[in-house]
Structures are given as structure tokens and as C-alpha cells.
């Protein structure tokens, strides 16, 4: 059977067998995340902190004016990007929007990286030519940040396409070795369900059986529009997945370990049947929606009940009075925590310490890595010649 | 009938005079006043504003029917304006930020610039789409862009440019009143950077006329848009006995030809600045008028101040990539000393 062949008809599958319907749910066998080890969650917990520190500290640098363009906050949204992303293998491919620092750090992109990159530091993910939108770490299987909204959604569609060609028809991984099956993510915000792109790229899926993920990473706002004004179906974007054949799921985003429940039996259902799915993760961000935003369209008091149920708080809680280790006492220990909080801000501390330091990007960068061969008139300085003068004149 | 401005100068106003932002603000609202088929729509452009405060107010005073926030759908906006349009209707879309235009492309160039040719003008698309435009900002790549060349080389579209507040308005109540569609770039950079008197009353200024801003007589520099303060700003740091005629087009497409034509004639000599890269942008077409019309008038050959041919960068180089006025200042001599 071709990739592109069409799959409009019952593209499913029983119910009874979909990941939305997992066992531990119908009560047979346990969660998925009480199978992994403590560590592991204790894990999950450091990433989250990570990010939280590291974006208190960015929006520092960038009131100190250390940090141009436009900057964008993941503060809040933490378990999203941790929980999605530790339901993955590390070589599953990932593209997202421009509110990107937090699935670069979950990914594994260095404090240095991600900093210096917003910098403009030549040490920078990119150079410190692309900034805060605009995150990239090839090894680590991350292909951006991106700013147009809505526009990478697609790209993801294409990345699953990619590794399906090498799973089914190149029967080897073009990076050398032997093909898996792999699933990809696309992240989007639930501003981007509006764009056109993404439902041409679901459309794609559905139609060709492409695993790919739409994590709809649905904080509620698009800058100052509430998902209800701009969105229909708001209430059950499932509705969405239903037009294109696609398994579609609601998921609480702001608990990691509700999270990963969840996510983590789709993704294996993504990957073992090789199809897409639509997953509208329910998150919030805590400051407004770039650096420069007053935020008039949403009360305190909404942002203070998220605040509430903090997922940092609640992972910690659950670790320290909840989750026993084999020995009956708690996975963490108030002084683990406190050390764990210590390590981290020592981390980022020192990753800020090394992208200061780091120096700006030559001038000559300005005309490099634009193309393999670049116009050699790239550089409108220096270069400029009047010629020779008509000998005649 | 005397018209009543919806919304009072300021005490502010009244003495700095507007920047460009609120001359903007004014425009709409005194053209919304007068013409109940003017619409606004776009991504928070109502409740908020827009992401510029350009529409402040504006849905407060002509309700949510008229100021309309849309969804993040560039495509379906302007299409939707476009059907607004040639439905009687005037239109007047907000695009954030020039690199968002890429969903909406299609849209501009495949259906409102062509509608006049393929109906034989039985049918016109009057829109009038409002573009934040070129660098200077600090912001990035996508947010910082100067596209004007493309919207000019593909026939249908009027493309607008001004660089000061008067400019604005008088070339937005024109362009809302055009048959035809407008792209109306307005630099971010010039926004709030300065406040000037500007009429308060009903005025136009014809969308293909340029502005000389300074006569002169040993070289000619052609710019638009906010390059027009560099290149002042350059003339300024000139010997005194170097006369230049600065002339800000205003309008890119229907480019005023004649302005720049008569005064290479006069001068002998061109320099023309802007933004976008250089390799095929409107500086390049500037260079080849100038070629056709005034070859036995020059005494050296055109230069051309630009952007890179790049994309734009990230804020730490940003300034070295924009035209500034030490480069125009030394395209100037270098071109004098020929
Ligand atoms: C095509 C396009 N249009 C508009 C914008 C400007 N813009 C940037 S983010 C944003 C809101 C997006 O909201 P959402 O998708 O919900 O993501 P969130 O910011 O909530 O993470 C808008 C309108 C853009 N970057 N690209
Ligand atoms: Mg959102």
C-alpha cells in the first residue's frame, strides 16, 4: 500500500480500541505514569522548574532591555511541553509557534542556547540571528519556532510524512541506521485553528494516514481574543479532528501527570497504527501574551484561579505527600525540593552568566547562511564601485 | 453640512500636534463619520485596538459592526474584505505586521488586483489594506520586512508609503476613496517617533504624487517611507556647499516618474535609499527610469543605499543592515566626488 493513498473511509477503526479510551481507564491496569520510576517524575518536575525560572529570568533581561524583539512567555503552560514531550522517544520530530522556549528546554537545548539565541549572541541556537521566535536544535529534533501562526502546522504533517517514506518505502532512517516508526508533534495555539494551513495539513493527514500529533496547546487567548470569539466549536474541538478523519481528544494540559496519561496512550497508538490524531490540550499562561500586553481582555481573578492550581505546585505536592517510593516513605523529600529549586536557579544563573559573556554576531554574519552559494553583492557596504569613467567624457 | 468628528482633538494634540499613529486614528474615524460603508476588521482591532493602537477608540465610537475583531485568518480576512468590497462595501483590513501578508497574498494577487482587468472595470475592489511596515523597531525577521517591490511588480494594486503624519491622512482618506485597491504601508518606525500640526478638516493628497521635502541643485536622493528622517538626518551632516534635492515619493505604485525625472534632469546626479534589499527592489527600477530619461542629463552613475540581500536580522544588527544616515551621507559624497 502507497503513503498517499486515500483513507477516507472509516479511517478509525473500533472505538473500543482507541487510545482515548485507554485500559487503565476502564480500569484495567495501572496509569501509565505510576509504571515509571520516581525519578522519572521527579525529572519531569526539575524540566518544569527549569522553565519557570528560566522565563522569570527572561522577562528580567527583557525589561532590562537585554533581549529584543518580541518575547513571548511560557509561564503557566510548563506541563504542556513537559508532559507531550516526555510521551515521546527523543528522536521523534517536534515543531511548534513562536512561544517556543519551554519545548526547547524540554527538549534538551542548553540554558546557554536558548538564552544566548534571544540575546542575539553569536552562541545562540541559531546565532543569535533568530531570536526568541524562532528556536531551533536540530540534535535534539526540535525544526522551530516559528512565527507566522498556524504555518508550521503543516511542516509537522510533513516531518511524519518523511518518517513514514523511511519507515515504509526507504526501509532505513536517512540519518543513517534502521528505520523506526516515529511519531511527530505540531504544536499550535488555539489562535492558530483559524488559520487555513492548518486545516489543509489535517486534511493531509486524514486523508494519507500521516502520524503526526496536532497539539493544540489551548491557553484560551489569541493575544486578546478569547477562544469563543474566534473559534467555533470552541466548547468541543474534537469536532475539528471529526471533519478530517482524525482521532481527536481533550486533555487537561496543566497537570503533568494527567497530561502524560492521557497523551502518552496516543502517541503509542499513533506510532503502533502509524495515523494521525488531534489533541486540544487545556492550558493557560500566566502573563499576557508577549512582553508589552495590558492584558485588558481577561480579569485577575481568572488568572489567579490558574494560579491556584499551579502544575509546579501540584507535581510537587503530589511527590512530597502522595507518591511513595518502595520503602513507603515519599518521592520527595521538602529538602530535595529545596535543593532541586537550588540547582536549577544555579543552572540558569550560569547559562545567563555565559550567554552575556558571549559576543554579538560579526557584521560579516549579516551575509552568511542565506544560501550555499550566496550573490557575492550580498553586502550593500564596501562594495559599492562607480566603475571606471568614460575616457571620452 | 459641517461634519462632526467623532472624537475631539486632545489638549495634547491640539498643542504638539499628531503622530502618526493617531493621525491615522483620525483619518478613520473622520472618513467612518462620513461614509457609513467604511469597515475596519482585523485581529484585535477592535476591543483592543489593534496591535499598534492605530483603531483605538474606534470601536467604542462606530460599534462592533463596523470595527470588527476577526479570527487569526489572514487569508479568510482579506478575502472577506475583498467579497466586502465588490460588494459596495469599503474596507479597510489591518494586517499586524507586513510578514503576515503571506496568508493573504493569494487573495490580494490572485482576486483584488485583477478584478478590474478580468471584468473590463465593470467591477473594482475599493480596499484599502492597512500594512505596519519596514524595520527600525527591534523587532525581528517577518515583523520588520519591506515588501513594497512586490506588491508593485504585480500589476493591480496601488501601493502607498508616507512618512509623515499629514502624509497619512490625507493619503488614507484618499486611498479609502480609491476605485481601486490600496496597500497602505505605514512605518512602524515613524509611528510615535514625533508629533507635527496636521489639517483638521477633510483633505487628500493625490495617491502618485511625490513631495520634494528640500530643493536642491547638485544631486537628487529618492526615498519614502521612514528613510526619509536618515536621509535628512545625512543632509544635515553634509558640507554646506553640497545642494540636495530630497524627494520622499510617498507613493510607490503609480510612481511619480516626472518628479524624479525633472530633478535628475536638474541635478545630473541620483542617490536613491531604501530599506527592502537591494537586488530587485523599487531602488533598482528608480536606477533604470533614470537610465531611460535622463542619460545625457547624469554626471555619474546612480547608487543605490539599501538593506542587505538577506533576511532582516535580529535586533543586535538590525541598525547595521537599515540605511542610516552615515551611509547616505557617503553614497552622497562618493557620488559628488565622481
Ligand atoms: C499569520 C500571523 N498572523 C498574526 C500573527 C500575530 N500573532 C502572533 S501570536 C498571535 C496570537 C496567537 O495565539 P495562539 O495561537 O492562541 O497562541 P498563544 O499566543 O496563545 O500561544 C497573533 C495574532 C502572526 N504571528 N502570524
Ligand atoms: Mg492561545
Redesign the pocket.
Known amino acids: 500500500m502507497s503513503i498517499a493513498h486515500s483513507n477516507a473511509v472509516n479511517p478509525l477503526g473500533h472505538p473500543e480500541n482507541l487510545p482515548t479510551n485507554p485500559a487503565w481507564k476502564r480500569g484495567k491496569g495501572k496509569r501509565p505514569s505510576e509504571l515509571l520510576p520516581d525519578a522519572t517524575l521527579v525529572k519531569w518536575l526539575r524540566d518544569m522548574y527549569l522553565i519557570r525560572e528560566f522565563e522569570n529570568r527572561t522577562a528580567q533581561a527583557y525589561q532590562a532591555a537585554k533581549i529584543g524583539g518580541?518575547c513571548?512567555l511560557y509561564i503557566g503552560?510548563e506541563a504542556a511541553a513537559v508532559g507531550t514531550i516526555q510521551s515521546l522517544e527523543h528522536d521523534d520530530p517536534i515543531v511548534t509557534?513562536?512561544?517556543d522556549h519551554g519545548h526547547a528546554l524540554a527538549r534538551g537545548m542548553s540554558v546557554e542556547a536558548c538564552m544566548a539565541e534571544m540575546y542575539g549572541k553569536i552562541t545562540g541556537c541559531a546565532k543569535g540571528k533568530g531570536g526568541s521566535?524562532h528556536m531551533f536544535d536540530k540534535p535534539n529534533w526540535l525544526f522551530g519556532g516559528h512565527?507566522?501562526?498556524?504555518?508550521q502546522t503543516p511542516l509537522g504533517t510533513g516531518l511524519a510524512f518523511a518518517s513514514r517514506y523511511e519507515w515504509e518505502v526507504m526501509k532505513r532512517s536517512v540519518t543513517g541506521g534502521p528505520a523506526k516508526k516515529k511519531v511527530s508533534l505540531a504544536y499550535?495555539?488555539?489562535?492558530?485553528?483559524n488559520?487555513g494551513a492548518l486545516h489543509e495539513a489535517m486534511n493531509l493527514a486524514g486523508l494519507w494516514n500521516i502520524p503526526v500529533i496536532y497539539v493544540v496547546?489551548?491557553?484560551?487567548?489569541?493575544?486578546g481574543?478569547a477562544?469563543h470569539r474566534g473559534t467555533t466549536m470552541s466548547e468541543d474541538l474534537t469536532k475539528k479532528a471529526d471533519a478530517y478523519g482524525i482521532l481527536g481528544a481533550i486533555i487537561d494540559g496543566f497537570d503533568v501527570i494527567d497530561c502524560y496519561d492521557h497523551f502518552k496512550p496516543i502517541v503509542d497508538w499513533c506510532r503502533e497504527n502509524q495515523k494521525p490524531a488531534f489533541v486540544d490540550l487545556k492550558t493557560y499562561?500566566y502573563l499576557g501574551?508577549?512582553m508589552s500586553d495590558p492584558q485588558k481582555y481577561r480579569t485577575k481573578e481568572e488568572v489567579e484561579q490558574f494560579k491556584g492550581k499551579d502544575s509546579i505546585d501540584r507535581l510537587a505536592s503530589h511527590l512530597m505527600t502522595e507518591r511513595k517510593k518502595a520503602d513507603g516513605s515519599f518521592v520527595l523529600s521538602e529538602q530535595a525540593f529545596m535543593q532541586l529549586q537550588t540547582d536549577v536557579k544555579e543552572e540558569v544563573r550560569h547559562g545567563i552568566e555565559l550567554a552575556e559573556a558571549a559576543p554579538v554576531p560579526d557584521l560579516s554574519e549579516l551575509y552568511t547562511d542565506v544560501l550555499l552559494n550566496p550573490m557575492p553583492n550580498m553586502s550593500p557596504m564596501g562594495e559599492y564601485t562607480h566603475g571606471v569613467k568614460n575616457p571620452l567624457l | 453640512m459641517p461634519i462632526l468628528w467623532a472624537m475631539p482633538r486632545t489638549e495634547k494634540q491640539l498643542q504638539d500636534g499628531l503622530t502618526l499613529v493617531e493621525a491615522i486614528n483620525e483619518a478613520l474615524a473622520q472618513e467612518m463619520t462620513r461614509d457609513a460603508r467604511v469597515v475596519c476588521l482585523g485581529?484585535?482591532v477592535g476591543f483592543n485596538g489593534g496591535?499598534f493602537r492605530v483603531t483605538d477608540g474606534l470601536q467604542k465610537q462606530f460599534g462592533k459592526d463596523r470595527v470588527i475583531d476577526t479570527p487569526?485568518?489572514?487569508s479568510g480576512i482579506m478575502g472577506t474584505a475583498i467579497g466586502l468590497a465588490i460588494g459596495g462595501m469599503r474596507p479597510v483590513p489591518e494586517?499586524?505586521?507586513e510578514?503576515?501578508l503571506?496568508?493573504a497574498h493569494d487573495q490580494l494577487v490572485n482576486h483584488a488586483a485583477r478584478f478590474r482587468t478580468r471584468t473590463r472595470s465593470a467591477i473594482t475592489v475599493p480596499l484599502t489594506v492597512r500594512v505596519p511596515w519596514g524595520g527600525g523597531i527591534h523587532a525581528p525577521e517577518?515583523?520588520s520586512d519591506s515588501p513594497e517591490a512586490i506588491y508593485t511588480h504585480l500589476p493591480g494594486m496601488k501601493v502607498v508609503c508616507p512618512s509623515t503624519p499629514t502624509d497619512a491622512k490625507g493619503l488614507l482618506l484618499a486611498a479609502i476613496r480609491d476605485p481601486d485597491p490600496v496597500i497602505f504601508f505605514e512605518p512602524k518606525r515613524v509611528y510615535r517617533s514625533y508629533r507635527e500640526q496636521v489639517p483638521e478638516g477633510d483633505y487628500e493628497i493625490e495617491i502618485g504624487k511625490a513631495k520634494v521635502i528640500q530643493e536642491g541643485t547638485d544631486l537628487t536622493v529618492v526615498t519614502w517611507g521612514a528613510n526619509v528622517f536618515q536621509c535628512l538626518e545625512a543632509l544635515d551632516a553634509l558640507p554646506e556647499d553640497i545642494s540636495v534635492e530630497l524627494i520622499d515619493l510617498r507613493t510607490i505604485n503609480p510612481m511619480d516618474k516626472d518628479a524624479i525625472i525633472n530633478s535628475v534632469q536638474k541635478t545630473g546626479r541620483c542617490v536613491v535609499v531604501q530599506e527592502a534589499p537591494k537586488t530587485a527592489g523599487m531602488a533598482s527600477e528608480i536606477a533604470t527610469i533614470v537610465m531611460e530619461h535622463c542619460f545625457l542629463h547624469l554626471k555619474c552613475p546612480v547608487q543605490r543605499v539599501c538593506g542587505f540581500d538577506t533576511m532582516m536580522p535580529y535586533y543586535k544588527l538590525e541598525l547595521d543592515y537599515l540605511p542610516d544616515a552615515k551611509r547616505i551621507a557617503e553614497a552622497i559624497e562618493q557620488t559628488m566626488a565622481y
Open positions: 518580541f513571548h503552560q509557534a513562536y512561544r521566535m512565527g507566522i501562526v498556524g504555518a499550535l495555539g488555539d489562535g492558530a485553528l488559520q496547546e489551548n491557553n484560551g487567548y489569541s493575544m481574543t477562544i499562561r501574551h508577549s | 485581529e484585535d496591535v487569526l485568518a489572514e494586517i499586524q505586521f510578514g503576515f503571506g496568508p517577518l515583523h
